[in-house]
């Protein structure tokens, strides 16, 4: 089982749209959770990142984590045809010899059309 | 402009050959990653290093090898050895230890082997 799982889609909207993206993750010792957009031939740039449970809003963006259900989301609001994207979410290992390790989810490719 | 210059942005290889893929920055960053990015996989960390002469495997470290003789660059290079090097390859860079501390990516490199 990886650790961070993802439905890669495609997944494609109207603009507007609320968008969900989500993740699920197995191991109980991941405390931050990172959401990067990846534009097509261009590296993932990060979006936002989040601790433990609760939400965190950035304009359109919102990411919420819950703890219990080892659930991860990203929701778009007023969706726009620049948010189309790969969307990856990420956890970093602690400590130890896995410095700075980031465990990927595979990535949901959003098309928003217009 | 700090950043990540991966450089080229294609490269073609035969079977059998090894290729050298470059990073620099100028972030003055101590870390550095490459990570592999296939269709549907997300990234996959290949080799870190958290220091100059310093390197780690990562969780796909087979088939390829690395150096880091400056603080700036991180040069990655695919043996003969790797089974299957058609991917993406991203390298990126970290400012410090905090856990939340996001990775920066450059825009990676596409090599196809055939």
């Known amino acids: 089982q990886k650790e961070v799982e993802q439905d890669p889609g495609p997944l494609s909207v109207p603009e507007g749209a609320i968008v969900s993206l989500n993740c699920t993750y197995s191991n109980s010792a991941f405390q931050y959770f990172m959401w990067y957009r990846q534009y097509s031939r261009k590296g993932p740039e990060l979006l936002m990142y989040t601790y433990s449970s609760g939400n965190k809003e950035d304009g359109r963006f919102t990411a919420q984590v819950d703890k219990s259900s080892k659930y991860i989301s990203l929701f778009i609001r007023d969706s726009q045809p620049s948010d189309s994207a790969t969307y990856l979410c990420?956890?970093?290992?602690?400590?130890?010899?896995?410095?700075?390790?980031?465990?990927f989810g595979q990535g949901t490719i959003l098309t928003v059309h217009p | 402009d700090g950043g990540i210059t991966q450089s080229p942005k294609y490269l073609f290889r035969k079977e059998g050959q090894n290729v050298t893929l470059s990073c620099e920055q100028n972030l003055n960053h101590d870390a550095m990653y490459w990570y592999r990015q296939d269709p549907g996989q997300g990234l996959r960390l290949i080799y870190y290093?958290?220091?100059?002469?310093?390197?780690q495997k990562g969780d796909i470290a087979e088939g390829y090898s690395v150096s880091r003789e400056k603080k700036e660059s991180f040069p990655l290079t695919v043996t003969s050895a790797q089974k299957n090097p058609t991917a993406f390859y991203l390298c990126?860079?970290?400012?410090?230890?905090?856990?939340?501390?996001?990775?920066?990516f450059g825009n990676g490199t596409r090599l196809t082997v055939t």
């Open positions: 290093s958290q220091i100059v002469n310093d390197f």
């Open positions: 990420a956890s970093p290992n602690a400590g130890g010899t896995s410095y700075g390790k980031l465990t």
């Open positions: 990126a860079s970290r400012a410090d230890r905090a856990i939340n501390s996001p990775l920066h």
